[in-house]
């Protein structure tokens, strides 16, 4: 089969625009597999800074947010767009970020986003007016999809081929501390200082990022493709509207939301017959063909929902039906994270030896019977009888998630690492969304006390993850260590 010429390096090495198996052979077997020690520590330690900034930053604005409303004598719908600004500039901004890391290079736009999000946290800290602290959300959220679009592409140079899994179990065992430790490091913030200190704290944790990540981050070369501006501009159209709009539906109705979904959906369609003719489009529709791909992105959209409609239901169940206090839910929720971090690294130690469709039908059996636990839970359970419901939740979705990601990172060619993680990120944020939008959905029909209804749902589709998870068992038929040159066979 006849090639381009070689247009750029990667790590390295000579690649073609257009990837074949044979430049994906040779690339595997010339490029250095992963970063010597102790560089490879300094690496993931500037990863792991970057990560548990971005993630604590989206758990502590909610926590604080009431206070933020009062002191900038701001309306309580008003100040919710402290939280939407950043969630929504991050969700449009993943697949062009990491579109552009594929062909600028990882490190450079990790870099860069990392920069943004220590600048818009020097800009909320010093921010009077909600206006201005929503730009200042909206610049954190520019930088933190920079972090979150590139980090597995990151993690994937930084470790070698057998340790990957377990890379990825650990980058899980970070992601899952720092939501755990969200609520509490607001607590203790607020408790002694005004709410500016949450977002100023990043500022020295981010120079500190910063300075590690320049000489210890893997250094790759993108391709000389030209960035598209026009699918990126689609694609934060699509996004955008889609999930506001699914959004003012869930809040206000079905006729409120009609238009922004219209408008998202005329705009992902121009996306799509624009992308699909594309050899290495912004969307990633060359790497969903792969079958490993794109039944591991299923799993995590399907996977991400359940836990989602479960994390928000679950608190106003606590306390509106249950009648616990605000410190007793966040009590009650926290086993669900810490297991988490408890299984991640685990199975991601399991994943560098063992298929991935196993381990994650495994996992999200467990955490389906998690699920329907917590929706039979009578009424007046104790608090050990609620905790050991949540810990079940949280093994199974962590012995679930490590080896998933590893999959779909692994079943991308080398050079597609970042559209890869990108799409990774992606899977996890649509599938919260969705989560979140349905549990909305049953609370505007039923109120809280559909929240059991919420979680039986949320356990038939974590059952059905599951048996899409061991699906991918027919791709792969033994076990293997590393990734193979055959993405569509990878487990």
């Known amino acids: 089969m006849a090639r381009k010429p070689p247009t750029a390096t990667l790590g390295g090495v000579a690649e073609s625009d257009v990837p074949d ?14 970063l010597p020690i ?35 004598h701001a309306s309580a719908a008003s100040s919710i767009w402290v939280v939407n600004a950043y969630q929504l500039a991050i969700t449009v901004t993943l697949l062009p970020l990491a579109a552009l890391g594929d062909r600028l290079g990882y490190r450079r736009v990790y870099m860069v986003g990392l920069a943004v999000f220590t600048l818009g946290s020097l800009g909320c800290a010093l921010s009077h007016t909600l206006l ?53 490091v607001a607590a203790a913030i607020l408790s002694r200082w005004s709410w500016e200190w949450l977002f100023a704290i990043n500022v020295p944790i981010g120079i500190l990022a910063i300075a590690i990540g320049v000489s ?20 934060a159209l699509t996004f955008g509207f889609l999930i506001t709009g699914a959004e003012s539906i869930a809040r206000e109705g079905l006729a409120s939301g009609l238009t922004k979904l219209a408008v998202g959906g005329a705009a992902g369609a121009l996306l799509g017959y624009r992308e699909l003719r594309r050899e290495a489009p912004l969307v990633p529709f060359d790497l969903l063909k792969l079958p490993i791909f794109g039944l591991s992105i299923a ?38 994270p810490l297991a988490v971090g408890i299984s991640a690294p685990l199975a991601g130690r399991l994943a ?20 329907f636990a917590l929706s039979i839970m009578p009424i007046h359970a104790g608090s050990w009888d609620i ?49 979140a939008v349905t549990t909305a959905v049953f609370f505007h029909l039923a109120g809280t006390s559909a929240t059991k209804t919420a979680l039986a749902t949320a356990a038939g589709l974590a059952a059905f993850a599951a048996l899409v998870s061991l699906s991918r068992l027919k791709l792969a038929p033994r076990p293997r260590p590393e990734p193979l040159d055959r993405p569509d066979l990878a487990s």
Not at 40 to 65: C, E, K, Q
Not at 136 to 163: C, D, E, H, W
Request: charged letters at 10%; hydrophobic letters at 50%.
């Open 132 to 184: 201005t602290l929503t730009a200042a959300r909206v610049l954190q959220g520019l930088g933190a999809g920079g972090i979150m679009s590139i980090n597995a592409a990151l993690v994937r140079f930084t470790y070698p081929k057998k340790f990957l899994g377990r890379g990825m179990g650990l980058n899980a065992l970070v992601i899952s501390v720092s939501a755990a430790l969200g609520p509490t």
């Open 21 to 34: 198996e044979d430049s994906d052979a040779h690339a595997s077997a010339s490029m250095p597999d992963g």
């Open 352 to 371: 560098d030896r063992h298929r991935a469709g196993t381990l994650g039908g495994i996992g999200l059996s467990v955490f389906a019977i998690g699920l």
């Open 216 to 235: 210890a981050l893997p250094v790759t070369v993108g391709s000389s493709r030209k960035f598209d501006w026009v699918s990126a501009v689609l694609n």
């Open 387 to 435: 905790a050991w419901r949540m810990a079940l939740c949280g093994l199974g979705f962590g012995f679930f998630q490590s080896p998933n990601n590893r999959a779909m990172i692994t079943a991308a060619p080398m050079h597609r690492s970042g559209a890869a993680g990108g799409a990774l990120a992606t899977a996890r944020l649509l599938g919260q969304t969705a989560g």
């Open 299 to 336: 799993t995590s959209i399907v996977a991400f929902a359940a836990q989602m409609m479960a994390y928000v239901g679950l608190p106003f169940y606590f306390q509106s039906v249950m009648g616990r206090t605000a410190v007793e839910t966040g009590l009650l929720m926290t086993p669900w």
């Open 38 to 72: 102790p560089r490879r520590y300094w690496s993931v330690a500037a990863i792991w800074l970057a990560m548990t900034m971005s993630v604590l930053d989206g758990a502590i604005a909610n926590v604080a947010l009431p206070t933020i409303a009062r002191e900038l």
